[in-house]
């Protein structure tokens, strides 16, 4: 079945510094990706929509400077935290729909930041 | 923003008792979804009922929906404490395309 990889699955930085973090459809074309962030003990929340080759579409509330989101291609769509601070730390995860009704997501990031 | 409103927020029971989950969501739905999550980990699909259908059944699984009370239900027959885990439901929502939105979640506890 459709399988989405998700990198890294942890990750702890610095305040201050950029982390990436990297989805990719290994067995179908992703020509959308979708991005949530979980706190602890809550929901998923939609952060932003990345579609290949366009700009990202991002949710109310979300800084889209500082959650760069780029789909260069079908296979590959990526997130990255600029200038992180303690209150980023979270746990993202991506989605991508595979066709009717189905999603396949992610296994997550979680990320801290010291 | 959340779509769905899940209750309760934290369910205990003790193993092979059935547990059920609700959903509410708040505008007009394609189709709604349940996932499960187990505690920091990515999500399982375990369910998806179409607006026009009204009940589903998957193993132990028994999802309804009433559209007319935009509102879902979650029921996990002769629980396991295997089944411990966070369950949402996710709607994708008339006009909104395949965006998917989660409720707040609940937290099942099977205890042996």
């Known amino acids: 079945g459709a399988v989405v990889s998700q990198h890294p699955s942890r990750v702890i930085c610095k305040s201050g510094t950029s982390v990436k973090i990297e989805c990719r459809s290994l067995?179908?074309?992703?020509?959308?990706m979708f991005w949530y962030r979980q706190f602890p003990k809550q929901s998923l929340m939609l952060m932003a929509t990345s579609n290949e080759g366009s700009k990202a579409t991002y949710e109310q509330g979300v800084e889209k400077d500082k959650f760069l989101i780029n789909h260069a291609s079908l296979t590959l769509s990526t997130l990255t935290v600029t200038s992180a601070h303690p209150e980023d730390s979270s746990f993202y995860i991506c989605?991508?729909?595979?066709?009717?009704?189905?999603?396949?997501f992610g296994s997550g990031t979680r990320l801290t930041v010291v | 923003s959340q779509q769905g409103e899940e209750d309760p927020q934290a369910l205990s029971i003790q193993e092979g008792e059935n547990a059920t989950m609700n959903c509410s969501y708040k505008t007009s739905i394609n189709n709604l979804q349940w996932y499960r999550q187990n505690s920091g980990r990515g999500l399982v699909h375990l369910i998806l009922?179409?607006?026009?259908?009204r009940e589903k059944h998957s193993g132990r699984l028994r999802v309804t929906l009433d559209t007319s009370k935009k509102s879902s239900s979650l029921l996990i027959t002769a629980s396991r404490a295997a089944d411990t885990a966070s369950y949402f439901c996710?709607?994708?929502?008339?006009?909104?395309?395949?965006?998917?939105?989660f409720g707040t979640g609940t937290q099942l506890k099977v205890e042996l």
């Open positions: 067995d179908f074309q992703a020509t959308t």
């Open positions: 996710a709607t994708t929502i008339t006009g909104g395309g395949n965006k998917l939105t």
């Open positions: 989605s991508a729909p595979t066709g009717g009704d189905g999603y396949t």
């Open positions: 009922i179409r607006s026009n259908e």
